[in-house]
């Protein structure tokens, strides 16, 4: 499911009750989904361990926060829904709106795709300040609480083993708190696998393919003019890769990536010599060409793709759901997981205004398993270009692999083929519809 599969979001459709909802963790994930949970129950808080700054600033709790984000049309699309005036107060803010067709150039199969006719916007910026409008924006909700330095300890249970609340610390010492419902948006540590084996449950099925990828990103001057882009993926052979956008303030950010054990280096000279090393020249060139501003090159590593299959779990505590990386956490070089949590958290409301039981979690997980079916094929299907890649292999991911191939070669030349390319790589179309007839003649026909 994608933005053009998804009806959008009319708060019109529920029908406010009493009650308390948590969501565990201020991620893009929580946030969303506290925004949802409001429109349900009557007062919705938002706990996160980490001391939330007031400003556009990186915090521990989200170790990738230092390094390239950008929000697809999807998830922009979403949260417009979600906070109209979103991309306005985005842009406001500093984020800087270009043109995905125009500006931004995308290296691949050996050359760049070709400009197409359709603008699509394209929002960058920080993660930080994707992050602080987000929650500015949720704070400003009736009923809504956000507490940080509050530090999940325990699901709360009833006889039934139904979650019943959460235990959390804070600086006063342990506090119960009573929920209707409770939402993890913890991320890739969740909690929530270990403590259902602790409790009887079975783990949910798990799929990890490992990438052993190393984001290494530094921030450069940018002068106001200048907000060109640019992306070059790993290609077989080729293991390295590399990213820049304009952000906030004047900066721009800059992304080198290796994959399978190529890392790029931490001290800036090394740094531009592995850029140098890239297919792409614009990228070396801008760091040629303007100074760093950051004072170090701050690195993520990020050793595989984790999947959790909630939905196929026999049982499953009622009170309680699992959302965003906590369920799904993707190779980062694809740019979906604000996408994808956006996505997520508009299932979650539809399943809130359509599903009559007081147990949305089995609707939830199925509606969610199409959203991040396309998502997971796209990045592992990616990842299984490299034979060092290792895990279980989407079925028919090397004759799409071959497929995409092509497509992207003949993409350099045809805008339509970039252009279709694109809706997907943004997640407002669905992969299947590379395969249309139309399409697939282009990609198939005889010639370069």
């Not at 795709?113 to 994707?130: K, M, Q, T, V, W």
């Not at 070396?284 to 990020?302: C, G, K, Q, T």
């Not at 992207?408 to 407002?428: I, N, P, Q, W, Y």
């Amino acid at each position: 499911m994608t933005l053009a599969t998804i009806p959008r979001y009319d708060p019109d459709r529920i029908t406010k009750q009493s009650g308390h909802a948590v969501v565990v963790g201020a991620s893009m994930a929580g946030i969303l989904a506290a925004h949802v949970l409001a429109d349900r129950f009557e007062t919705v808080t938002l706990l996160e361990r980490d001391s939330l700054p007031d400003g556009a600033v990186a915090r521990p709790g989200v170790p990738q926060g230092n390094q390239i984000h950008v929000m697809l049309t999807a998830g922009q699309s979403t949260l417009e829904d979600f906070f109209p005036g979103y991309s306005d107060e985005l842009t406001t803010a500093g984020a800087i709106e270009s043109d995905l067709r125009s500006d931004l150039k995308v290296y691949g199969e050996g050359g760049f795709l070709a400009a197409g006719e359709n603008r699509i916007p394209l929002f960058s910026a920080s993660r930080p300040l994707f992050e602080h409008v987000t929650r500015r924006r949720l704070g400003e909700r009736n009923g809504v609480t956000i507490r940080d330095e509050c530090h999940f300890v325990d699901y709360l249970v009833d006889d039934d083993s139904s979650v019943e609340g959460v235990t959390v610390r804070t600086g006063d010492g342990l506090e119960e708190m009573a929920t209707e419902m409770v939402v993890d948006a913890s991320g890739r540590t969740s909690r929530t696998p270990t403590w259902l084996a602790s409790h009887g449950y079975p783990a949910p099925p798990t799929d990890e393919v490992t990438v052993d990828l190393t984001y290494r990103t530094a921030i450069l001057e940018r002068p106001a003019d200048s907000i060109d882009s640019y992306v070059v993926m790993p290609d077989p052979p080729r293991l390295r890769g590399g990213a820049t956008y304009p952000i906030e303030h004047g900066q721009r950010i800059l992304t080198l990536a290796g994959i399978h054990g190529d890392k790029p280096p931490a001290d800036p000279a090394g740094f531009v010599d592995f850029a140098a090393s890239l297919p792409v020249s614009g990228i070396s060139r801008l760091l040629d060409e303007h100074a760093f501003i950051s004072e170090e090159v701050h690195a993520y590593p990020f050793p595989a793709s984790i999947r959790r299959h909630y939905g196929d779990m026999d049982r499953f505590p009622g009170g309680l759901l699992v959302i965003g990386d906590a369920i799904a956490s993707f190779n980062p070089i694809y740019g979906q997981g604000m996408s994808v949590a956006a996505m997520e958290a508009l299932l979650l409301h539809h399943v809130l205004a359509t599903d009559s039981s007081d147990e949305p979690a089995v609707p939830f997980f199925e509606r969610t398993k199409r959203v991040i079916d396309d998502a997971w094929n796209v990045a592992v299907g990616g990842d299984f270009k490299f034979p060092q890649t290792t895990g279980p292999k989407p079925f028919g991911t090397d004759f799409t692999n071959w497929y995409i191939a092509r497509l992207t070669c003949k993409s350099h030349t045809d805008g339509t083929l970039a252009d279709a390319f694109s809706r997907v790589v943004t997640m407002e179309r669905r992969p299947h519809s590379l395969f249309r007839p139309g399409i697939a003649w282009r990609v198939l026909k005889p010639g370069r």
